[in-house]
């Protein structure tokens, strides 16, 4: 009965996003199958995190969609996920689900945590940042960008990144207050306070979203435009074929969000184990 009721859960709310063109096909079967392990071998805490993740990061690329459809032509991936941004997003957080299936610890509690404030913070500082008026700078140099431009930040997509981060700390401790407990089987920590979750999504997801930007202006696979000179991510812009210009054949944009999501987890596990939340 547990796994029906979050494959259920999942197969409803990835369906509307799917019929908001919010998801692509592959993109619905994955997030069906990833929503059913989350609730299925863990909980209603696991799950819930995702899906906050995934609700504020649909709604927020839908807000105002009009002003960034020009920055999204240089984007590899667009508000549409596919099943390679599905499992870049999410996969991570699920194997740190089965892990602790498997062995009971909150240290793996304190990784999820910074892992999904990464995936959450970095799409926040995305969505947000790209509303910006002021041009971002570039994390390495601080000299400005053009919009759009991988590795590029701003106060405006800073500051979302922070929030959103934030809120993945207060929704994880919101839905173990609500829940009990992590698998439905009383396994909950008394020692995760509100506070302490708070600041392993703080600092984990926006070290998270800012090794992602670092990496998005080093070794992220990257095209020139041969019509309007732009760095782009895709391999079609302005209606031609870009040609190669920097980064590392497999860093893709679904990479560099793997990585990044491993780094604000790594953080949040050492803060963690450090100093106990």
Same mark, same amino acid.
């Given at each position: 009965?547990?796994?029906?009721?979050?494959?259920?859960?999942?197969?409803?709310?990835?369906?509307?996003?799917?019929?908001?063109?919010?998801?692509?096909?592959?993109?619905?079967?994955?997030?069906?199958?990833?929503?059913?392990?989350?609730?299925?071998?863990?909980?209603?805490?696991?799950?819930?995190?995702?899906?906050?993740?995934?609700?504020?990061?649909?709604?927020?690329?839908?807000?105002?969609?009009?002003?960034?459809?020009?920055?999204?032509?240089?984007?590899?991936?667009?508000?549409?996920?596919?099943?390679?941004?599905?499992?870049?997003?999410?996969?991570?957080?699920?194997?740190?689900?089965?892990?602790?299936?498997?062995?009971?610890?909150?240290?793996?509690?304190?990784?999820?945590?910074?892992?999904?404030?990464?995936?959450?913070?970095?799409?926040?500082?995305?969505?947000?940042?790209?509303?910006?008026?002021?041009?971002?700078?570039?994390?390495?140099?601080?000299?400005?960008?053009?919009?759009?431009?991988?590795?590029?930040?701003?106060?405006?997509?800073?500051?979302?990144?922070?929030?959103?981060?934030?809120?993945?700390?207060? =929704?994880?401790?919101?839905?173990?207050?609500?829940?009990?407990?992590?698998?439905?089987?009383?396994?909950?920590?008394?020692?995760?306070?509100?506070?302490?979750?708070?600041?392993?999504?703080? =600092?984990?997801?926006?070290?998270?979203?800012? =090794?992602?930007?670092?990496?998005?202006?080093?070794?992220?696979?990257?095209?020139?435009?041969?019509?309007?000179?732009?760095?782009?991510?895709?391999?079609?812009?302005?209606?031609?074929?870009?040609?190669?210009?920097?980064?590392?054949?497999?860093?893709?944009?679904?990479?560099?969000?793997?990585?990044?999501?491993?780094?604000?987890?790594?953080?949040?596990?050492?803060?963690?184990?450090?100093?106990?939340?």
């Amino acid at each position: 009965m547990h796994w029906l009721i979050g494959f259920a859960g999942a197969a409803v709310v990835a369906g509307l996003a799917y019929v908001k063109r919010s998801l692509s096909l592959s993109g619905l079967i994955a997030a069906v199958i990833m929503g059913t392990i989350y609730y299925g071998a863990g909980s209603a805490f696991w799950f819930g995190t995702l899906l906050f993740f995934f609700i504020t990061g649909t709604l927020l690329s839908r807000w105002k969609k009009d002003r960034k459809d020009d920055l999204e032509k240089s984007y590899a991936k667009t508000g549409r996920r596919d099943a390679g941004q599905v499992l870049a997003n999410g996969g991570l957080g699920m194997l740190i689900c089965l892990g602790y299936v498997a062995a009971p610890n909150v240290l793996w509690v304190y990784g999820f945590v910074g892992v999904m404030a990464t995936v959450t913070s970095d799409t926040w500082a995305t969505e947000l940042g790209g509303l910006s008026r002021k041009p971002p700078r570039s994390v390495l140099t601080g000299r400005v960008v053009p919009k759009g431009t991988s590795g590029g930040v701003s106060l405006a997509g800073n500051t979302a990144a922070l929030a959103g981060g934030l809120c993945i700390g207060l =929704a994880a401790w919101l839905l173990i207050r609500l829940g009990g407990d992590f698998m439905g089987t009383g396994a909950a920590d008394g020692a995760l306070s509100l506070p302490g979750l708070l600041l392993l999504g703080a =600092a984990g997801g926006f070290v998270g979203a800012m =090794a992602d930007s670092v990496l998005g202006a080093t070794v992220q696979k990257m095209y020139r435009c041969l019509v309007c000179g732009q760095i782009v991510e895709v391999e079609r812009h302005c209606g031609h074929e870009t040609e190669r210009y920097r980064g590392l054949p497999w860093m893709t944009n679904d990479a560099v969000n793997l990585i990044s999501s491993a780094v604000g987890g790594g953080l949040a596990l050492w803060l963690g184990w450090g100093i106990g939340v």
